[in-house]
Structures are given as C-alpha cells and as structure tokens.
C-alpha cells in the first residue's frame, strides 16, 4: 500500500482541484440570464431546427470512433507487454501476435466497409 500512497495523493488533488475550480466558479461567475445565452451555440452559424429524433448520423461517424478505441486499446495493452517482454518468453510473443491479428482483423474489416475513405 506503501506504494500507491503518491498515486493516490496525486488523484486527491487532482479530484480536490477540479471540484473546488467549479465551486468558485458557480459561486463568483456572473448570473445575468438572457435568451441569446440560453440558446444553442453553433460556431456563429443560426442554429436549424432538427428533426424529433434527432436525425440520423452517417455510419462512417461510429466506425471511426470504433476503430479510434480499438487502437487506444492496442495501445493500452501493448505498452506493459513491451515493458515486461523479456520475462514473459515465448508465451508473451504468442499471445500479442493473436491480438494483434485480431486488432488486425478490425482494421481490415473496417477498411473493407470504406470506413477509412472521406468523400
């Protein structure tokens, strides 16, 4: 436990200072409501009304943000596998070659759905 006591340090201040940050803000901020305020902001573009459902989003939208987790994935897991290569051997090098024929597999899918093409 020893160990972790500077990690858990560093995320109390990091809670404590994103909480207190937004108290002070809310409490000493400016309170002057107007309808300009209260409506969508759009970049300066006259929002348009959309339609009940919320319209639809092109599926090329999901893919991306699919294909951008599967690689923060990747990443996530191969960063500890290549720090601790030498003690895992030979089962280690197996196992991350299947997953990232797996990984591989999604890229190949998707790009086979045109999901990396922008028109």
């Known amino acids: 436990m020893n ?11 990091a809670a404590a200072f994103g ?6 803000g ?13 409506e ?7 929002p ?7 319209g639809r989003f092109p599926v090329k939208y999901y893919l991306t943000a699919m294909l951008f987790i599967i690689f ?3 990443i996530v897991f191969l960063y500890p596998w290549a720090v ?4 895992l051997g030979i089962f280690g090098l197996v ?14 899918y998707l790009w086979r759905r045109g999901g990396l093409e922008w028109d």
């Open 84 to 87: 601790y290569f030498d003690a």
């Open 40 to 46: 969508a902001y759009e970049c300066g573009i006259e």
């Open 48 to 54: 348009t009304p959309q339609p009940a459902g919320g």
């Open 95 to 108: 196992e991350m070659a299947l997953f990232i024929l797996t990984v591989f597999v999604a890229y190949a």
């Open 26 to 38: 809310a409490l000493t901020g400016p309170k002057r409501y107007n309808r300009a305020k209260l």
């Open 72 to 74: 923060d994935i990747e």
């Open 19 to 24: 909480v207190v940050s937004l108290v002070a």
């Open 3 to 13: 160990l972790y006591a500077p990690i858990l340090v560093l995320g109390g201040i």
